[in-house]
């Protein structure tokens, strides 16, 4: 039963929290708060491409 919890992991609340905070991110980078919007940016980015990497490969 966990490796299929594993195997098959919940995708809807995972996008909904990750464009949550995708969103907190550049709202925060516009209203100029501490960090860099740039290094914000690549974080986020490399964090999206690896999210779908990781479905690809769990889908194939």
């Not at 299929?4 to 919940?10: A, F, G, I, V």
């Not at 516009?30 to 999210?51: D, K, N, R, T, W």
């Amino acid at each position: 039963m966990q490796a299929e919890l594993q195997r098959y992991p919940r995708k809807s609340p995972v996008s909904i929290v990750f464009c949550s905070w995708l969103l907190g991110i550049f709202s925060a980078g516009q209203g100029g708060v501490g960090s860099p919007l740039h290094i914000q940016e690549i974080v986020a980015v490399l964090f999206l491409i690896c999210y779908f990497v990781f479905n690809r490969s769990l889908s194939s």
